[in-house]
């Protein structure tokens, strides 16, 4: 029984995850990417203790987001689906990566660099901004072999494949958003159109890895048997 209710709340992390996020970037988030050095400057100083938090709080959700992914990959091992559940997790762990570069960046503005080195601050947002647009690729490689795993394998809930599926096609559109300016740029609309439909894929992930079949008998069950 212990074991069932830890398989059950083990996907809860996709909750921690998007919560740790939203607070995070509320609690720092500096102008846009055509902001002028001096201005980015001042915000990170005058907003020096909320971004060290921030930088935190972001830690937290990317180890939130992989205790999801080891879900998730172990559910779709446990259908049969060996090879997606592997670049699944393999992307997961790339965005990670990525994700956890962009935090670094970010947090290490908050910590010295505005201080010792204001001139380079526009210059390592810049950075940042395209490592986030990267980030699109490996999300994408995430959400499609997901979408497929689930499609094909009839694995968790089908209303979740096409999920899947829609997420991977809105975040791979997403790296290519360089434009210097406008909807499709780095921090334009379309930025904020797939970090809305990114957090509620990890959402999504949670309910349907909760709600997944897991009592004896189950093709789960027998699947990971």
Known sequence: MARWDWERLAPLSGFAFVALVVVSNALFSPPGYGASNTRLVAYVVHHHR?????????????VALLWLLGSLASALYAGGERRLAAITFGGG????????????????????????????VKGLYDLRAAIGTMLAFPLAALAAATAIAVLRGRLLRRWYGWASAVTAVVTIVRGGALAHSGFYSPGGGYGLLTYVVVLLWVLATSVVLMMRPSQPGSPAVQAAG
Do not use: C, E, K, N
Not at 99 to 112: C, D, E, H, S
């Open 50 to 62: 909320r971004g060290l938090v921030a930088g935190i709080l972001a830690g937290l959700a990317l």
């Open 93 to 120: 762990l790339l965005a990670l990566a990525v994700g956890a570069l962009q935090t670094i960046l970010l947090t290490g503005l908050a910590f010295r660099i505005a201080y010792d080195d204001p001139g380079s």
